[in-house]
């Protein structure tokens, strides 16, 4: 079972900030926050993970709230391209990965 | 981020028969490789672990008999469909745990198994 809670789907207009919200309230305190996403009919893609330090890097940021129960993905400036679904993913670092049904991501012309 | 890919990416085969799909880590050594498949409109759905020397670990459903794993090498694994089916056409996606980079897990680019 997933142990994350994610809406279904979100719009965002091209140019602007998206961010993607995640629930995770069950999390333990060595478990980290993945985030990656699946582009159709592609093998899903690592965007980015954290702990509970909030994370950059040139795909997106991770903001981990402190109690760590939530954390939110931010696409600073969306494209076309970045139209994907946008998985959740909490785990040990040896753990394997069981994938819920995500959040489908359409940005907006 | 890591390379992982596999190979073919498609492939159509005759029912009855039976298809090799490859998983490459390219530019890291992989101790642990999954196998997900994936039909259209839902989640990829986990079918085994498999780790480096040792006999892969199933999901619960998934035939082993049917889904052979092989992990021969620190950097290759194998999933061979054997008599295929029509039901088995799906998208076959493996993955590859890069322990010298923080364990993440980075994703093969899936192969398209059509059966007819």
């Known amino acids: 079972d997933a142990k994350t809670t994610q809406p279904p789907s979100m719009d965002c207009a091209e140019g602007r900030a998206a961010n993607l919200p995640c629930n995770h309230s069950t999390i333990s305190g060595n478990e980290y926050v993945y985030w990656y996403r699946q582009i159709h009919s592609q093998g899903p893609q690592y965007i980015i993970h954290?702990?509970?330090n909030n994370e950059t890097n040139e795909m997106a940021s991770l903001i981990i709230t402190e109690d760590r129960k939530s954390s939110t993905l931010i696409l600073p400036h969306a494209t076309l391209r970045d139209t994907a679904v946008y998985y959740c993913?909490?785990?040990?670092?040896?753990?394997?990965?069981?994938f819920g049904k995500g959040t489908r991501l359409h940005i907006l012309p | 981020g890591a390379v992982v890919s596999q190979h073919p990416s498609r492939v159509i085969c005759k029912s009855g028969t039976s298809v090799k799909i490859e998983c490459r880590s390219l530019d890291f050594q992989a101790t642990t490789m999954f196998w997900y498949r994936q039909f259209p409109k839902q989640s990829l759905m986990l079918m085994a672990t498999?780790?480096?020397?040792?006999?892969?670990?199933?999901e619960q459903g998934v035939e082993k008999d049917k889904f052979l794993i092989n992990h021969a090498s620190l950097t290759l694994s194998t999933l061979t469909v054997t008599s295929a089916h029509p039901e088995d056409s799906s998208f076959y996606i493996c993955s590859a745990r890069d322990p010298a980079g923080g364990n993440t897990i980075y994703f093969g680019e899936g192969s398209w198994l059509t059966v007819v």
């Open positions: 498999s780790n480096e020397g040792s006999k892969a670990t199933y």
């Open positions: 993913i909490v785990m040990v670092g040896d753990d394997k990965i069981i």
């Open positions: 954290g702990l509970k």
